[in-house]
């Protein structure tokens, strides 16, 4: 059992009164499907988006939006001592203001200044509204209160508009506040102007314009990382082989790629201006020499051998560019290893080898086989660094292990409150 099913928790959804709304009934079913018990609390806009009625039926809990109402039992005091977690979606700029004002005109404002526990802000909006003074002061008051406020994804908005402001998925909101249950304090803001550069997924080498080779990878965990250190505050590139994760994170510049050719080309091209690179993408080992130009026949004898050709070490690649100074000297580099006992050694024995061999920072060894890592919604491994430290990472979700780790890695990068400077003076020219 992993550390976010392991009790039922008292959960308060909060939302506020935008568009978005609507989307937030898959975020309370994600809440409730896993067994814990969710009380919903709209703002009286909220209501004009989606009807109370909606929200009780989902949570099986009464809504009200009142402070007056059931003034015998307290609620705008019960409820926010009661909760494990508070999840605000969409956090529109009216109520992130009233909210970091300290203001309690309503039942949700009211309940979040009772809540000691995790408040996760999940902003909504059109750009302009997200980019102006006011939102900024009032999320950076939010988060130096203790709240964690995300960085909304970008994509259509209202009618034609499209820009960043837009609500993340509900799917990654659910994600993200399962983390928050298993570790409070898993999304500070400390790789705030860092740019990370992860891989993901598994490649894909063509045989003929039908078929191709590949591996077991559904790229969860790359694709956790990049969600992770986003909302960290990082500037993250994904270069996303195949997949079965859903949806592209938000505040994630996304590159799909196919083959390895393609991932080498991509990493080689983008990592001189990482901070950070992680090659969490499952290679494929080989591929065909020649690739057939229509589809291969079965015929009677069956399909003819194929001839294989070794595919580049990206990894050990990005480390030799390293110190030929492609790359600069400062860039960490991150390396994943799946592997399984033999008779030559267990899977920490591959692990520090392989280590050695590749001269990466870090390496994440995970056990496979029976089931493990492949597909799997938790995982467990370590994390090995070249100066000798071995960090054991608990079983979990795979976003709980991204968090930790992140962890890591954030001791890897120098100079953070240099890099924050410049990320707020760019940020500033931007705008």
């Given at each position: 059992m992993s550390e976010t099913d392991s009790a039922r928790r008292h959960i308060i959804v909060g939302v506020g009164g935008g568009i978005a709304a609507y989307k937030v009934c898959s975020v309370i079913r994600h809440f409730t499907e896993a067994g814990h018990d969710v009380r919903v609390i709209p703002t009286r806009s909220a209501l004009k988006f989606v009807g109370a009625a909606t929200f009780e039926a989902l949570s099986g809990n009464p809504v009200t939006t009142e402070?007056?109402?059931?003034?015998?039992?307290?609620?705008?005091?019960?409820?926010?001592?009661?909760a494990d977690l508070v999840v605000i979606a969409p956090a529109t700029a009216?109520?992130?203001a009233r909210a970091a004002a300290g203001r309690a005109d309503d039942l949700l404002t009211a309940s979040l200044l009772t809540a000691r526990c995790p408040v996760?802000?999940?902003?909504?909006?059109?750009?302009?509204?997200?980019?102006?003074?006011?939102t900024v002061a009032n999320v950076a008051t939010l988060r130096a209160h203790g709240s964690t406020v995300l960085t909304p994804a970008s994509g259509r908005l209202t009618g034609a508009d499209t820009g960043a402001g837009r609500l993340p998925e509900s799917t990654e909101i659910g994600l993200l506040g399962d983390l928050l249950l298993a570790r409070a304090d898993a999304l500070p803001q400390d790789l705030t102007g860092v740019d990370v550069l992860i891989s993901a997924g598994g490649?894909?080498?063509?045989?003929?314009?039908?078929r191709y080779l590949g591996n077991h990878s559904s790229g969860k965990q790359g694709y956790a990382l990049?969600?992770?250190?986003?909302?960290?505050?990082?500037?993250?590139?994904?270069?996303?082989?195949?997949?079965?994760?859903?949806g592209d994170p938000a505040a994630v510049d996304v590159v799909h790629i196919d083959s390895a050719d393609e991932l080498s080309r991509e990493m080689h091209a983008r990592a001189p201006q990482a901070d950070v690179v992680i090659m969490a993408a499952a290679v494929a080992d080989f591929r065909p020499v020649d690739v057939a130009g229509a589809k291969i026949k079965k015929g009677e004898q069956g399909p003819a051998p194929i001839e294989l050709t070794t595919n580049p070490d990206i990894l050990a690649s990005l480390v030799t560019a390293r110190s030929e100074g492609t790359i600069p000297a400062t860039t960490a580099i991150v390396g994943f290893a799946a592997e399984t006992g033999d008779a030559e050694g267990g899977?920490?024995?591959?692990?520090?080898a392989k280590l050695r061999r590749k001269g990466c920072d870090l390496l994440v060894v995970n056990a496979v086989g029976d089931g493990r890592a492949f597909g799997t919604t938790d995982n467990t491994g370590w994390v090995l660094a070249a100066d000798?430290?071995?960090?054991?990472?608990?079983y979990g979700s795979k976003t709980l292990m991204a968090s930790r780790i992140?962890?890591?890695?954030?001791?890897l990068v120098p100079d953070r409150k240099g890099r924050t400077a410049d990320h707020d003076q760019e940020s500033e020219r931007n705008r």
């Open positions: 402070v007056f109402d059931d003034v015998d039992e307290v609620a705008h005091v019960a409820l926010g001592r009661q009216d109520l992130m996760l802000f999940v902003p909504a909006m059109h750009t302009e509204m997200w980019e102006h003074p006011a490649t894909r080498e063509a045989l003929d314009p039908v990049a969600r992770v250190a986003a909302q960290r505050g990082a500037r993250v590139t994904l270069v996303s082989g195949a997949v079965s994760d859903p899977v920490l024995d591959h692990g520090r000798g430290a071995e960090t054991g990472l608990p992140l962890d890591e890695v954030v001791s």
